[in-house]
């Protein structure tokens, strides 16, 4: 698990719900400002003062654009064909809030969102003066950097410096999970629709690295690096689905709120070295959030909203005999013309 929060970090201008004016005109000139530096791929493929390893990467998130477009039949139009260079700083960050005694997000209001259980901020600045305001009304509160974000269509999203970062592998799926977002989107399902990207970008990586037959070793090695952060995320979410289970349980029992708050440190406790010996770091890999901690219900709700769904997701593919682009077809289908979208999908 990434502790960079990919997704749909939405800014709406239009108003509504109970966001203020201030937030309202600061994440609308951040997005203003950010279509501003968008260049074009093909020029910053052109220029000789962007160095080689930016424009290989940024060469395989084109390349894995058109893969999404041409293969999987995701949305393509002018998405993805421009580029923002954030100079190595996270694009954004992500405000996550939650009561203690309830595994359930603090959610709030978007006209053509629905309701998401995070806002979304461009400066630092602003999203820890946010936590700290909601930690003074009690909430627990996680602060997440963002690689990646959609606005659904509503501007032409560019490839961002962000989401080059990391390996190859890495690079495709980020790609594939943001477009995932500008192809189908369920309003008010921020789990269903993260776990969706998440699984169709992991799905996605492994499937581009073997049909565009990369035929060299390290190509292989890619290949095999996304199938096992696949296995990986279907696995943790088998893991994390008892420790849900478990706090639901002890937040909805008859005890006090003290003792429950003192039984859930202890949930917490055994978890934390529960994914230690599940899911060792590598050399060199960066520690998962669950690993290092603090934990609270805010950081479990980020783990349970991008994978808390997987195990579905990979029934359907495999009813559908692997078939990605099978796949993704039924999903807009389900989400454009069923009247319960979720219901259809379940009889599935």
């Not at 201030?22 to 279509?35: F, I, R, S, T």
């Not at 296995?231 to 706090?247: G, N, T, Y």
């Not at 994914?275 to 603090?294: D, L, M, T």
Request: charged share 25%; proline share 5%; aromatic share 10%.
């Amino acid at each position: 698990m990434r502790a960079v929060a990919l997704g749909a970090l939405l800014f709406s201008l239009s108003g509504g719900g109970c966001f203020t004016g201030d937030y309202l005109l600061q994440q609308g000139v951040g997005q203003l400002a950010l279509m501003h530096e968008r260049r074009r791929i093909s020029e910053v493929l052109a220029d000789p003062a962007v160095s080689a390893d930016t424009k290989r990467r940024l060469a395989l998130a084109r390349s894995a654009r058109d893969f999404g477009v041409e293969v999987l039949g995701l949305h393509g139009g002018d998405a993805y064909t421009r580029f923002v260079d954030t100079h190595g700083a996270p694009l954004a960050y992500n405000v996550w809030a939650a009561p203690k005694l309830k595994l359930e997000p603090y959610g709030h209001h978007f006209p053509i969102a629905g309701t998401v259980p995070y806002l979304g901020y461009f400066r630092k600045k602003d999203a820890i003066a946010e936590a700290r305001k909601l930690e003074a009304r009690g909430f627990d509160v996680f602060v997440g950097e963002v690689a990646g974000y959609s606005t659904l269509g509503v501007t032409s999203d560019p490839v961002f410096s962000s989401m080059l970062e990391g390996s190859d592998a890495r690079i495709v799926e980020v790609t594939l999970h943001e477009m995932l977002h500008g192809t189908l989107y369920l309003p008010g399902h921020s789990a269903w629709n993260e776990s969706l990207a998440e699984f169709v970008g992991m799905e996605g990586a492994a499937l581009y690295f073997r049909m565009t037959g990369r035929g060299e070793k390290a190509a292989r090695q890619v290949f095999v690096e996304a199938a096992e952060r696949n296995q990986r995320a279907e696995r943790f979410s088998r893991f994390l689905a008892p420790i849900v289970k478990e706090l639901e349980a002890l937040y909805a029992s008859p005890r006090s709120g003290a003792e429950k708050l003192r039984l859930r440190k202890e949930v917490f406790a055994r978890a934390r070295a529960e994914y230690a010996r599940a899911f060792p770091s590598k050399p060199g890999e960066p520690r998962s959030i669950f690993a290092v901690g603090p934990l609270n219900n805010a950081v479990l709700l980020v783990f349970r909203v991008y994978h808390g769904e997987t195990p579905d997701h990979a029934r359907i593919l495999r009813r559908l005999d692997g078939n990605l682009a099978a796949f993704i077809r039924l999903y807009k289908h389900a989400v454009k013309d069923e009247d319960d979208p979720l219901g259809y999908l379940k009889k599935f």
